[in-house]
């Protein structure tokens, strides 16, 4: 089982599985339009299954045509209510707030998707919180931006609670349903034609406790730490992952990440050993992949980067550099630039 994102895959698959079953329930097989689509059983079995935006853009129009449901993308959505993120649910739990948890979910969504990307910006009175797609050809679909707004009211909603309300939503589109279908899976009237497409919060909801949302969390943690099962590669591709997440948090630590998966550092480097592993080696291999990333074909700044890999200085992430790639990260970085 190879559940690695490759390079031209950018967004991680769990919705699929979710569609498939919705659909199912209105009598419609969607085997054959996932076969067409280039998606076959695999997309529904694996929720780590990388897919490109595109594909599953162009997925959500056809289920729609195929349904007769012109509100599928709010319909799947409020379906669905909480969206599968996987293992960026550990780092929501260790948040106390709203606005914690949000910001940590800005920093950790890259995980799920690198095509997709959140914005979080405070204003005077309310602040928005926005998704959109980077495809460098198109941006988010209608059927699409309706269910990614309505995923994150419940998303939303899983950390603080159901008595939470919006104060506004925003589409970039203009209006193509009943407004009182809008308010139905939305809860009020949205406005549309408008520079994003997101969701208004009330800077007072920001400083909401989620502490009463821990039980919704802690479902999902428990859900994704049990599906790791006994399987070696993908227990080793979990730990990947969230090595990838607490690095820049300067979590990346043995003690820490078994913490994160209710087990010991004991059992966890008994278990990375079983891949001929260590947890050494293991987080070696992820700062060197992500050092290439952030350093080559990019602008940004090695004091970012430095702090995004977990060294405390510009100088230590310097050293290491050198002695993991055997040039100084300028150097490197002109050597390297596209």
Known sequence: MNTAPRADQNIRGSLLADIDLYMRRFGQDPAG??????????????????????????????????????????RIADWRR????????????????????????????????????????EADEAAILAMDVMTGAEGLSRQSAEMVVCALLHMVDWMVGPSWQPAFVG??????????????YLRLT?????????????????????????????????????????????????????????????????DVIAGYLRTTRRTLNRRLARAGLNFSALLEQVRREMAVQYGKGSDRPFSEIALLLGFESLAAFSRWFRRAFGATPSAWRRQHAE
């Open 82 to 121: 909480m969206p599968d993120i996987g293992p960026i649910a550990i780092l929501l739990r260790q948040e106390d707030t709203l606005r914690g948890a949000l910001r940590t979910l800005l920093q950790a969504l890259p995980l799920h998707s690198n095509a997709l990307y959140l914005t979080f910006d």
């Open 33 to 74: 339009l996932f076969d067409r689509l280039g998606l076959g059983r695999s997309g529904m079995d694996d929720p780590d299954l990388r897919i490109p935006v595109t594909t599953l853009m162009a997925l959500l129009n056809e289920c729609a045509a195929l349904t007769g449901q012109e509100d599928f993308g709010l």
């Open 190 to 254: 949205p406005d549309f034609r408008q520079e994003f497409n997101g969701v208004g919060i009330d800077r007072a909801d920001l400083d909401r406790p989620i502490d009463h949302a821990k039980e919704r969390l802690e479902r999902q943690v428990t859900e994704f730490i049990d599906a790791m099962s006994d399987e070696t590669e993908l227990y080793v591709y979990r730990v990947r992952q969230l090595l990838v997440l607490t690095l820049p948090r300067g979590e990346a630590q043995a």
């Open 171 to 184: 589409f970039r589109h203009a209006p193509k349903l009943p407004l009182a279908t809008y308010r139905k």
